[in-house]
T-cell receptor, first 114, second 111 residues
C-alpha cells in the first residue's frame, strides 16, 4: 500500500516561530510537492522538487522554504510563522514521466499560527 | 492563467439519489483530468483519470465525462451512500509538473 506520511496532523505555533513540516514517501517517487489548502481557493502549490537537492518555486512560495536532502523526505519550512499561514498543508509525491501518473497525498497537517 | 472552476460549491442529497458535479477549465496545453475525493481531515485520493481522447470513465458508482472541445468535465454519483460525503476536487494537468486544482464541491449525503 503506497504511503505519504506527514509528521503531524495538527500543529499550533506562535507568530514568529520557525516551523518545520515533514513529509516522507515510501514509493521511491522522484517528484514531491507541498500545497496549502484554504476554503474556496483549492490547493495552491508552494514548492516542488523533482530530484534530491532540487527545488522549484510554485505559485505561492513567499514566506516558505523547502529542503530535500534525501529522495524520500521533503520538508517545508516556515521561516517566521505568521497568522496568514494558518492553513491545511498537504504533501504529495508522484513518479516522473508522463503527467498522467497519479499524485499521492499525505493526510494533511492543519497548522494554526496564533 | 490556468484555471479550474467547479460547481456547485456544495450540495446536499438524500441517500440513494444521484448527483452531478461540474468542472470547467482553461488549462492549456491539456494533458489529463482527474477527479479526487477528499474525506474530511484526509488527503485527496484519485477516483478517475481521463486523457484528451477519452470522454467517459467509470469507477464503481462514479462516472466521469470529459468534453475536451468545450473544456468541461462532470462527475456523476449514482445511488449515493453516506460514505460519499466528501469534497470532490477536479484536477487538470498541463504538459509539465504542475497541477491546476479546482476549489472542490462539498457533497453531503443525508439518510
Amino acid at each position: 500500500d503506497v504511503k505519504v506520511t506527514q509528521s503531524s496532523r495538527y500543529l499550533v505555533k506562535r507568530t514568529g516561530e520557525k516551523v518545520f513540516l515533514e513529509c516522507v514517501q515510501d514509493m521511491d517517487h522522484e517528484n514531491m510537492f507541498w500545497y496549502r489548502q484554504d476554503p474556496g481557493l483549492g490547493l495552491r502549490l508552494i514548492y516542488f522538487s523533482y530530484d534530491v537537492k532540487m527545488k522549484e518555486k510554485g505559485d505561492i512560495p513567499e514566506g516558505y522554504s523547502v529542503s530535500r536532502e534525501k529522495k524520500e523526505r521533503f520538508s517545508l519550512i516556515l521561516e517566521s510563522a505568521s497568522t496568514n499561514q494558518t492553513s491545511m498543508y498537504l504533501c504529495a509525491s508522484s513518479t516522473q514521466g508522463p503527467t498522467n501518473t497519479e499524485a499521492f497525498f499525505g493526510q494533511g497537517t492543519r497548522l494554526t499560527v496564533v | 492563467k490556468n484555471q479550474v472552476e467547479q460547481s456547485p460549491q456544495s450540495l446536499i442529497i438524500l441517500e440513494g439519489k444521484n448527483c452531478t458535479l461540474q468542472c470547467n477549465y482553461t488549462v492549456s496545453p491539456f494533458s489529463n483530468l482527474r477527479w479526487y475525493k477528499q474525506d474530511t481531515g484526509r488527503g485527496p485520493v484519485s477516483l478517475t483519470i481521463m486523457t484528451f481522447s477519452e470522454n467517459t470513465k467509470s469507477n464503481g458508482r462514479y462516472t466521469a465525462t470529459l468534453d475536451a472541445d468545450t473544456k468541461q468535465s462532470s462527475l456523476h454519483i449514482t445511488a449515493s451512500q453516506l460514505s460519499d460525503s466528501a469534497s470532490y476536487i477536479c484536477v487538470v494537468s498541463a504538459d509539465d509538473y504542475k497541477l491546476s486544482f479546482g476549489a472542490g464541491t462539498t457533497v453531503t449525503v443525508r439518510a
